[in-house]
């Protein structure tokens, strides 16, 4: 049973950094897609960006992009979210996805992913 774990969350001020890490274990299947979400108190979880593992095309929020990067590792099993120029509104549970198999989905919405982390929280002050 494949296991989805995140980690890299914490408290920072408005204009700092964070990097996530979103680690796959007991996968034994590629994946079309991974993803990053976020849900903030109150909100419903919302897109933040994703990554095509063929081709590693990614795809960003209008409300993160130039702000964050995805990046992975070369085994497809790790992958890093960089937030740079953080802002108030970023503050959440970010959480990572990845799909099962190679069939094309929206990588935008959440029913396009299979196995899913419990998250790690961001804080944002302003």
């Known amino acids: 049973q494949m296991q989805v774990e995140e980690s890299g969350g914490g408290l920072v001020q408005a204009g700092y950094s964070l990097r996530l890490a979103c680690r796959a274990s007991?996968?034994?299947?590629?994946?079309?897609?991974m993803g990053w979400f976020r849900q903030a108190p109150g909100k419903d979880r919302e897109f933040v960006a994703a990554?095509?593992?063929?081709?590693?095309?990614?795809v960003y929020a209008d409300s993160v992009r130039g702000r964050f990067t995805l990046s992975r590792e070369n085994d497809y099993n790790t992958v890093y979210l960089q937030m740079n120029s953080l802002k108030p509104e970023d503050t959440a549970v970010y959480y990572c996805?990845?799909?099962?198999?190679?069939?094309?989905?929206?990588?935008?919405?959440?029913?396009?992913?299979?196995?899913w982390g419990r998250g790690t929280q961001v804080t944002v002050s302003s």
């Open positions: 007991g996968r034994t299947f590629s994946s079309y897609a």
């Open positions: 996805a990845f799909s099962a198999g190679l069939r094309i989905v929206d990588v935008t919405q959440t029913p396009g992913y299979d196995y």
């Open positions: 990554i095509l593992y063929n081709g590693g095309n990614t």
